[in-house]
Each structure stands twice: as C-alpha cells, then as structure tokens.
C-alpha cells in the first residue's frame, strides 16, 4: 500500500513543483535556475526530473519536492506534506493512534477552536452586525475564516475539555491561562471578541487575533496569542496562505498593518496583500530555532515589496523600521502615501480605485524620505541648515541600505536637486556613514547564511527520526548504533551532544514523521540509501558551517590586522574545508 507520499510523487513532478517557484531553463537532460535560497548572478541549481530531486553547487541546497517545500515556504515536514497533497489532490487519511505527536494534537486544538470560533460568529448577531458594518461579505468571512467568541470565561474550555484535550494541550495551544488562584483552574484567554485566525504558508491554524467587540475601557482592542510550538509572531505574516500565489504572479508584495485592511483589499481583489497585524517583523532571516522568518519568506516569493501602513506617527514609524529592515534583506521597498486620517480598510470601503491609485503612486523609500524632509522644513518654515541633519537622521540610513553605486548615485543626484546642496558633499558624507556602518553584516552575508543553516537542521530532524524508527524493530538487520558512531564521527563530540539534546524534545514527532515519510513497507536496500544520503549530506553541511565560521574569523582578523601566522592558519583552514566540499560534490553529478 503507498504512502501519502509516495501518492504525491506519483502525482507532482519535481520540475512541476520548483517550476511554480522559480523560472527553470533547460539543461541537458536537467534544468537549471538561479538559487531561490542565496544570492547568484549565474544559475548554479539544477534540477533533474530522472533523479526526482534538485541540487545547488553553489550552496549546497539539495533534496526531493518535500525539502523544496519545507525550505522554500518555512514549512516542518506535516505542512509540506499537507501543501502538496492538497495541491495533488489527495486526501490525507491517519491511523487514528495513540502515537500522535504533541505538535500535531496542538494543530488538532487549533483547528477545533477555528471551527468553535466560526460557530459562534454565526450564533451571534451583534458579532454579524459588526462584521456586515466594517464592509465584510459572507465570502470573506467564510474565506478568512473569521469568528466570535462571547465574553464567557470557560466557553471554548469546556469546548475543548468535552472533545478530550488536557489542559496542558490547552494551555500550550495559547487558548487558557491558569488562574492566579490555583483553586479556580484555567479560563479562556479570548473573550468577546471577533476572531481573526492566523495560519502558517500552508494553511494551517497556528495562532490567533481577536479585536474586542464591545470596549469595556480595560481590556485591550487587539489581543493575540502567545508564541507557543505552533507560532512564533517573527515566522509568520497574516494572510501568507492566501496571498503568495498572487505574491509570486504580481512579482511585489503589499504589506499593510491590521486584519480589516488586508481583508478588506483582499476582497478588493489586491490579493498579493499581508499584514503584520498578530505577527512581528524579524530584523534577520531566521530564528535562533533556524525557523525562516516573515520576511524572508516574503523575499523569497519576490523581492518587491510595498509598505502601506497608516499615515498617523506611529504607522509613519512602523513603516520606517520595516523598510529599514527589508532593505537590510536586499529588498526593493516603496512607501504608499497614504492621505491623513485614513488606513487602508477606511480607503478601500470608501473608494476602491483611489486605494490602487495611492498603491501604483507608490515611491522608493528614500524619495519618499527625501519628501518628508522637505515637507517637514516648508511646514515648519525651517532654515536651509537644519537640511543636512534632518538627511542624516532620516535618509541617508535607507540611501546606506542600497546594494548598487548607481542607486545611490541616483539619490544623491535627486537630494542635489531637490536641496541644492552639492552632490560632493552628500557623498562625503555617506562616505563617512558607511564607513562606520561596516562593522555590521552585509545584506548579502546574511542571505547568503540562512539556506545552510536551516537545511543542517532539516537534515538531523530526518536523519535522527528515521534512526528512532529503525529502534522499534521494523527492520532488524541496520545497525543503528553504528550509524549514530558515524554521525558522532562527522560531527565531534560536543556538536553531536548539542543534536542530541536539540531533537530528543520532538523524538515521537520525528518517528511520527518518518513513518508517514517511509511507510513500514519499505525495503532494507531502500533505508540503506537513504541513510548514506543522509549522511552525506550531514557532513557537507557541517563542513560548509565550519568553512562560513573559518571565513568570518579570517576577515576579522584581517581587519583588525592580525599577525600573519593566524592570518595563514586560517587561510589553509578554508582550503581545507573548500576542498572536502569540492570533493563531496562531485559525488553528486546530476
């Protein structure tokens, strides 16, 4: 009988599947692209439609359509599995056991409180009647999944508790606290509110963000659920699930800051919208769990994006750190000018097409800075020698951001003429600017860093998982003990404690995991070749950790004009390394 995935398989091809992300071209009897997981200007990722997998020489990303997905789209192993089942159309169907794991019960509470919630909108007509009132069709609210829940301390507890779910489970969902008064229990942590979901890439309940429906005065217009296994606010953006296709179609991304403005221009038919609304922009690419985050994500999907958060101080200044933050990513970021008083959902009820007329207006982040500097100095009638400054504090830091010598060259010719004063100085001064600004990574560096990263992870979750499989005796002849001495070869003693101590939390989701992956009639020649593979793998990885590690430690001590003995060593460190990556490349011809 086949697995779930090998159904898929049979189903979705592999240049079918990387085909939907990125631009492939022929090659042979392969294709090939530019690495959708580091910087390239010459495609070094090829895929192979014989083989069923993809492989990058110039980072080393490598795997089948799930480890495409997994990577590409921020997804643990069960959300790839349910993207592309329900993109194959095939419907998923477990045992029900005992041996589910902790992370898939909470998905399961999820999922149940997502439907406790929709009920209750339908049960309540004061919550239909704000919904109907902020412009929402039943549609929308049915596509976005919107709910209520009535200000009832234990409703959706004893909800939960009768569909047989601890309190732990409940707890660790983010859906009760426990009381200060042990003797009183748990209560629910959503009461009378409107329920907004909020899923990860594939659709899945992950968290929540509930807006009051009647103020009280004490209890705060939003409140969002607590990171838990299930979210973390800096890996997510409401309403990926339903934007990124029109993301990657658009080839730009809109990015606004509540619920009621990505709904409502969704339903405008401004699809490629997210909001950072219940979810927090991340200054980096990943986590410290090495989790892709929001923005990376987005990046990945186009590397346009549009900011049009509220025209009050407070969005004025959400929408600054944010572009500062994607420009850091190597993004090209436009601000939409919004007219005062007004945000996005107003603008959208109001008038659809003066929305998408602000929206195609939209400007370049610096000249949009550039503008506010000029607008700031004519209101408040300021002397022209408050210019400079006010170019420093607010424009020269995103003009710093710019990759290319020509952009930047291109806004300082526009502050020249916006200004008068003399291109010359502008650049002197950026040039004192990014002088001093070096001492942080490149944009470049930490793109580049995040596919190794989080591939290692992916790598151990499989290779460890599928060893603790192979410990409850499906198939007798492996040596597993043998293998684990390998692996503690490959990767030394306290890196191996470290993979010890980082996947015994999640074993039972793994062999959870492996089995769904590998299905209990697989061969033992089968098993034998995936571990190999495995192993490969986890050394190339590893050695490419060390190689990244070594190169950051010589260009350190070249700057800080280290001894040249140090500077040799390591130097023939990463030779070494270079070499054992070179060697184990070759090893993988396509």
């Known amino acids: 009988m086949s697995t779930p995935v090998e159904k898929i398989k049979e189903r979705l091809t592999i240049e079918e599947v990387v085909g939907s992300y990125v631009k492939l071209e022929g090659a042979g009897k392969n294709l090939k692209a530019k690495c959708p997981f580091h910087n390239e200007k010459t495609a070094s990722f090829y895929v192979s439609p014989d083989r069923a997998s993809y492989y990058c020489f110039g980072c080393g990303a490598k ?15 069960m959300g790839a599995l349910k993207l592309l089942a329900d993109r194959a159309g095939i419907a998923l169907v477990f045992e029900k056991t005992e041996t589910k794991s902790e992370k898939e019960r909470l998905y399961m509470i999820m999922e149940e409180a997502t439907k406790f919630f929709e009920s209750g909108l339908e049960k309540s007509e004061p919550a239909q009647e704000y ?83 009647v103020d009280d005065g004490k209890s705060a217009k939003y409140l969002n659920s607590p990171d838990t296994m299930l979210y973390n606010k800096s890996t997510v953006l409401y309403g990926i699930d339903k934007a990124k296709q029109d993301i990657r179609t658009k080839n730009y991304t809109i990015m606004v800051e509540g619920q009621m403005d990505l709904v409502l221009s969704h339903q405008a038919g401004i699809r490629n919208t997210v909001a950072v609304s219940g979810t927090a922009l991340a200054d980096t690419l990943n986590t410290k769990e090495n989790a892709i985050n929001n923005l990376g994500i987005v990046r990945r999907l186009s590397p346009n994006i549009i900011l049009a958060f ?82 420093r504090e607010k424009v020269f830091p995103f003009i710093m951001s710019l990759g290319g010598a020509m952009e930047r060259s291109h806004f300082i010719k526009m502050i020249h003429e916006r200004t008068g004063l003399s291109e010359e100085a502008v650049r002197q001064d950026l040039r004192v600017g990014i002088s001093q600004d070096r001492q942080t990574p490149t944009s470049n560096a930490i793109v580049n860093s995040i596919a190794a990263v989080s591939r290692l992870e992916q790598i151990t979750r499989k290779l460890f998982g599928l060893l603790a499989y192979l410990d409850q005796g499906q198939i007798k002849n492996i040596d597993t003990e043998g293998i684990r001495a390998s692996i503690k070869r490959i990767a030394g003693d306290e890196r191996y404690d470290n993979l010890i101590r980082g996947i015994e939390p999640f074993k039972n989701e793994l062999i959870l995991e492996a089995e769904i992956y590998y299905g209990k009639s697989i061969q033992e020649k089968e098993i034998r070749a995936h571990l190999d593979e495995l192993l490969l793998n986890l050394e190339e990885d590893i050695i490419r950790e060390d190689l990244s590690e070594a190169m950051g430690k010589l260009s350190q001590a070249e700057k800080e004009k280290a001894e040249d003995d140090q500077k040799n060593d390591l130097m023939k460190k990463c030779q070494v390394l270079a070499l054992r990556i070179s060697e184990i490349t070759k090893k993988r011809k396509l």
């Open 63 to 77: 795997g089948d359509i799930f480890n495409f997905v997994e990577q590409f789209e921020g997804l643990d192993f």
């Open 310 to 391: 509220d025209s009050d101080p407070a969005g004025r200044k959400a929408a600054m750190r944010s572009a500062g933050i994607a420009l850091s990513l190597g993004m090209d970021v436009k601000i939409a000018d919004l007219p005062e008083g007004q945000d996005p959902a107003d603008m959208v009820l109001n008038n659809q097409e003066e929305w998408k007329d602000v929206l195609r207006k939209a400007k370049p982040v610096v000249e949009f800075q550039i503008d506010t500097v000029m607008r700031e100095v004519s209101a408040k009638k300021l002397d022209a020698r408050k210019i400079p400054p006010l170019l």
């Open 131 to 213: 919904v109907k009132k902020r412009g929402l069709t039943t549609d929308t609210v049915k596509n976005f999944r919107i709910g209520f829940v009535p200000a009832d301390w234990r409703l959706l507890y004893f909800y939960l508790k009768e569909n047989k779910y601890s309190d732990a489970e409940i707890e660790k969902a983010g859906l009760a606290k426990k009381a200060d008064d042990a003797s009183k229990g748990f209560y629910d942590r959503f009461r009378g509110r409107v329920m907004f979901p909020i899923m990860d890439s594939s659709g899945r309940a992950i968290a929540f963000s509930g807006r009051i429906l």
